[in-house]
Nanobody
């Protein structure tokens, strides 16, 4: 069974740092774009950052200069390094990936979500 498993969320004070990880497992032919989304209470889910299989990155304006997305293709893992965290970064963070799971089948997968809370 193909799945994305996230880890690394938690409670951190403003100005602190956290690193999220998301590993893809199961029968996977290849992984295309990977990314992180977040959803705060009462708000829509929004893109935080994405990275292509070639390493090109894209960030939401609100996190540019503070967050860094990276991936380890050998480990089928994507990371989100979050620095200078602010209370408004508080949300459930979801991993997202486009996975080729069969010769002619590519699907979008989501992780279960990990809570990030920034508070003093």
């Amino acid at each position: 069974q193909v799945q994305l498993v996230e880890s690394g969320g938690g409670l951190v004070q403003p100005g602190g740092s956290l690193r999220l990880s998301c590993a893809a497992s199961g029968s996977i032919f290849s992984i295309y774009a990977m990314g992180w989304y977040r959803q705060a209470p009462g708000k829509e889910r929004e893109l935080v950052a994405s990275i292509t299989s070639g390493g090109a990155t894209n960030y939401a304006d609100s996190v540019k200069g503070r967050f860094t997305i990276s991936r380890d293709n050998a480990k089928n893992t994507v990371y989100l390094q979050m620095n200078s965290l602010k209370p408004e970064d508080t949300a459930v963070y979801y991993c997202n990936a486009d996975l080729r799971v069969a010769l002619t089948i590519t699907r979008e997968y989501w992780g279960q979500g990990t809570q990030v809370t920034v508070s003093s």
